[in-house]
């Protein structure tokens, strides 16, 4: 009995010791999540987050298995277009969706004229997005196929629409936002509706020192449909990406039809917006997540470190959890400080 005692508490140290000296894994992580990216987007499916942000020239997926942990997550480019064509620039906005057991990813892009930009999809029917193969489906456009960016898809009610900021006729000025049900994933049905324009003050910081641009241009842009139970909020961009005021606003569907501008009340003020005093500067264009274990709520989004840094290549991608009110509504407080230590999204069950 003594042998065999001493065989079983040697064999307990050798595990005490191998699962010491592991490396132990971060518990917190800071923002921003890379270096640089504008307009990410991720969903969480089969144990894995499969992110994506504007590349311009290209569309590449990451997957890990914590968001906080990007740095170090496996990346595949799934689309380099061909040159020459009406989508061969300019790519922006890519979000990968998962619709009636296949993938897509929506764009947008052009041909080198910002006039010219329109939405795009892929498709690919592998179980692992990083497998099968990505086939460009042609363009996701309504009847008036007038400039479109920043398309995203959802369900109401059983039915699949897309929601996107568009311009209301051939020129530049003003960017709002629409909606459209879907026929499939890839096929608009019937017309587009309005729901939004940028009309309160805090919505219409857009002067340009730019010849080749119109001097004020107002903007809605980034819709992202965010739900709380039986709640439907549409969060939107704001103001210019170019200014320091780009920040996020609220739509609250409060009517019974989607396609009704009616039915979407306003959020008066901005529901995140820039912290001078933390160092973050026009935060906006997000997506939502869950963590891991579907107990927490997280907003995804990129913003500048410096003031005057705008639309360029400064903007990086930055994660932090948020909170409900007691009417429902997100709270998603103030924009962290780079380099402050956050919890990573929970992976407890």
């Known amino acids: 009995m003594k042998i065999r005692f001493k065989y079983i508490h040697n064999y307990v140290l050798v595990l005490m010791l191998f699962f010491w000296y592991q490396p132990l894994k971060a518990q917190t992580f800071t923002n921003p999540l890379l270096e640089a990216g504008a307009d990410p987007w991720s969903i969480y499916k089969d144990g894995y987050y499969y992110y994506t942000h504007t590349l ?36 922006w906005a890519p979000e990968i969706h998962f619709i ?32 099968g193969n990505w086939v460009f489906k042609g363009k996701v456009h309504d009847k ?51 729901i939004s324009t940028p009309q309160l003050t805090w919505e219409l910081h857009g002067d340009l020192n730019d010849p080749n641009n119109p001097p004020h241009v107002a903007v809605n842009e980034g819709p992202q449909i965010l739900k709380n139970g039986d709640k439907t909020f549409i969060i939107y961009s704001a103001s210019g990406c170019w200014t320091d005021f780009y920040a996020l606003g609220m739509l609250s569907l409060n009517g019974k039809n989607v ?80 380099g402050i230590a956050q919890k990573n999204p929970s992976e407890n069950k």
């Open 100 to 131: 009636e057991g296949k993938w897509y990813v929506y764009f947008a892009a052009d041909d080198g004229n910002n006039q010219n930009h329109r939405m795009y999809v892929l498709e690919n029917n592998a179980a692992n997005p990083f497998e």
């Open 56 to 91: 311009q020239d290209s569309i590449v997926i990451w997957k890990t298995k914590n968001l906080a942990e990007l740095k170090t997550a496996e990346k595949k480019t799934i689309f380099m277009p061909p040159a020459g064509t009406n989508y061969s620039k300019e790519i």
């Open 259 to 338: 396609r009704k501008a009616s039915s979407w009340e306003k959020n008066q003020q901005p529901v995140f917006k820039q912290s001078p005093e933390n160092g973050v500067y026009a935060p906006g264009h997000n997506s939502f997540f869950k963590s891991p274990d579907g107990t927490e709520d997280w907003i995804l989004y990129h913003a500048n470190s410096a003031p005057g840094q705008g639309c360029g290549g400064h903007r990086s991608p930055r994660a932090q959890k948020f909170t409900w009110n007691a009417d429902g509504t997100p709270n998603f407080n103030t924009p962290v400080k780079t």
């Open 144 to 194: 008036t196929d007038k400039w479109a960016i920043d398309g995203s898809v959802f369900y109401h009610k059983n039915k699949l629409y897309m929601v996107w900021s568009g311009w209301e006729g051939d020129t530049n000025g003003k960017q709002e936002i629409f909606i459209a049900k879907m026929k499939n994933p890839y096929t608009i049905k019937g017309k587009r509706y309005k």
